[in-house]
């Protein structure tokens, strides 16, 4: 009896060893540089996602990171594992396959960017006729502008690119007719190229941002936890007031 209870004092210190009680759970999100939304400063990645993950993991007792990465590389980590969630994202089709979807965090919109030296004057989309319109894609946004103008995309010229900033250049020098984009994308960008000759004309169409999980990949009770305190968050007006800071406005 005497070596039963060392033993035993022993085996329970082991396995405390292997399964501390205390071990938080490790969940890694992916993210693309997509100022204002998600961005790098003095070697952190900020933004308001960033700002709302860290606030949520926080809560739930979750050993959360955030990595920036291009966005298709975001898309492939969350699809393979190598990243469990992904931020900002709006819902499509293809998405709703593969993703879980945290409840709506904020509200955007796209529409039109003009020159003000050849303005086109957008009120509809058959305004876009004969022009040339500069997006970045392939993404959420250039699968929109697709959709838009596809009773008439012969008579249209896209004019791709994987980012932002090169699509406002253009425009600020009237070499793509308008600029198709996020609003908040796009005020940002202009700010940052110093381009006083932009102007935002059209809205096309409201967009919500979620944060996205992969359902094959993420644990069910961490996305349970997390959409959780996201819907406390919003109820109390906590997520309004971390939004506001950014000035962007919260999903109802």
Not at 77 to 97: C, D, L, P, W, Y
Not at 141 to 161: A, G, P
Not at 179 to 189: C, K, L, M
Request: proline share 5%; glycine share 6%; aromatic share 10%.
């Amino acid at each position: 009896m005497k070596n039963i209870i060392p033993l035993t004092i022993s085996l329970l210190l082991v396995l405390g060893t292997l399964f501390p009680a205390s071990a938080k759970m490790q969940i890694t999100f992916a993210t693309q540089d997509f100022f204002p939304f998600s961005y790098v400063q003095d070697n952190r990645i900020e933004g308001p996602g960033a700002e709302i993950i860290r606030t949520v993991c926080a809560r739930i007792n979750t050993d959360c990171k955030i990595t920036i990465q291009p966005w298709l590389r975001s898309i492939r980590m969350t699809r393979r594992g190598k990243a469990h969630g992904i931020f900002m994202v709006g819902k499509n089709s293809e998405r709703e396959k593969w993703m879980t979807f945290s409840p709506a965090i904020m509200v955007t919109e796209y529409g039109f960017f003009e020159c003000l030296e050849a303005p086109i004057e957008y009120k509809e989309p058959k305004n876009l006729i004969g022009k040339t319109i500069g997006v970045y894609g392939p993404s959420n946004t250039s699968r929109q502008l697709e959709n838009l103008i596809k009773e008439f995309s012969s008579k249209v010229s896209i004019d791709l690119t994987p980012d932002d900033i090169t699509q406002f250049r253009k425009l600020s020098r009237c070499r793509v007719d308008t600029v198709y984009s996020n609003r908040e994308v796009g005020f940002a960008t202009i700010k940052s190229i110093n381009a006083s000759n932009i102007v935002y004309t059209g809205t096309d169409k409201k967009i919500l941002y979620y944060i996205g999980f992969s359902r094959e990949h993420t644990p069910e009770e961490f996305i349970h936890n997390f959409n959780n305190e996201i819907e406390l968050m919003k109820k109390s007006g906590e997520l309004s007031l971390i939004l506001s800071k950014y000035n962007m406005q919260a999903a109802p």
